[in-house]
């Protein structure tokens, strides 16, 4: 499930058409002995005081809050790599955008993190088998009033997925250390009815994909997702 949705009197608000503000290159990124399975397992058993940077977006829409919760699936592999998703063109709001599985929280559902992980198997066919999961950052709000519990877990290699292709293009791995690295988090800012709105986007040339044209695509992070994503960097980083 994507949480960021099109800014309105924007119908076709392209996120990558607003200038970069400024690139936060002068933070030092999070050491690579952090990003391990070990270091996080100790990190959340033990969690640091630290402040969220990113917590609540200006709304822009009026409708009565829902509690969510989405997965930040962390597989072991070679190194920790960060299992994220292209929602497909077709859908009515939020196609083509990227995405950390997740969705609204059932009344069956016991807690954030079975939130996440049923949301996890129903889009993308993740098994809970294969999910250890370490904790939960604070809440984030959306513009669209969504409150979201993000719950970060390791994930054991040798799963298959299968997308829900109703709603899922695309799954694909982002290296954590390059997304815990600030010289790729860049700032955007936007004024629309007097109100200015400032986002985070982390664009990722994904090089393990050749397109038609040869090229490789790029993976346009933004929006909630990157403002989770850089509450992840604040926490392990602190």
Avoid: C
Avoid at 12 to 18: A, E, Y
Avoid at 24 to 48: I, M
Avoid at 209 to 237: C, H, K
Wanted: proline letters at 10%.
């Amino acid at each position: 499930m994507q949480f960021s949705k099109p800014l309105p009197n924007f119908p076709k608000f392209d996120p990558r058409s607003i200038p970069v503000q400024g690139v936060d290159d002068h933070l030092e990124g999070v050491a690579p002995d952090r990003l391990t399975p070990a270091a996080l397992r100790l990190r959340f058993a033990s969690p640091p005081v630290w402040t969220p940077e990113h917590s609540v977006e200006k709304k822009f829409e009026n409708r009565e809050p829902a509690a969510a919760a989405v997965l930040m699936p962390l597989v072991m592999r070679d190194e920790l790599m960060l299992l994220l998703t292209l929602r497909t063109t077709n859908l009515s709001s939020h196609s083509g955008q990227i995405a950390l599985p997740g969705g609204r929280t059932d009344a069956t559902d016991v807690d954030a993190a079975d939130t996440a992980l049923r949301e996890a198997h129903e889009e993308i066919g993740l098994p809970r088998s294969h999910t250890e999961v370490l904790g939960t950052l604070p809440i984030y709000i959306t513009g669209t009033a969504y409150v979201i519990t993000p719950v970060v877990a390791l994930v054991t290699p040798g799963f298959v997925l299968q997308p829900n292709p109703a709603e899922v293009a695309d799954v694909f791995e982002v290296p954590l250390a390059y997304l815990m690295n600030p010289a790729n988090h860049r700032r955007h800012t936007v004024e629309f009815d007097g109100v200015t709105r400032e986002w985070l986007s982390m664009p990722y040339l994904d090089h393990s994909v050749m397109q038609d044209n040869g090229q490789s695509p790029e993976r346009f992070i933004w929006g909630a997702t990157a403002g989770m994503l850089r509450n992840l960097y604040r926490f392990l980083s602190a």
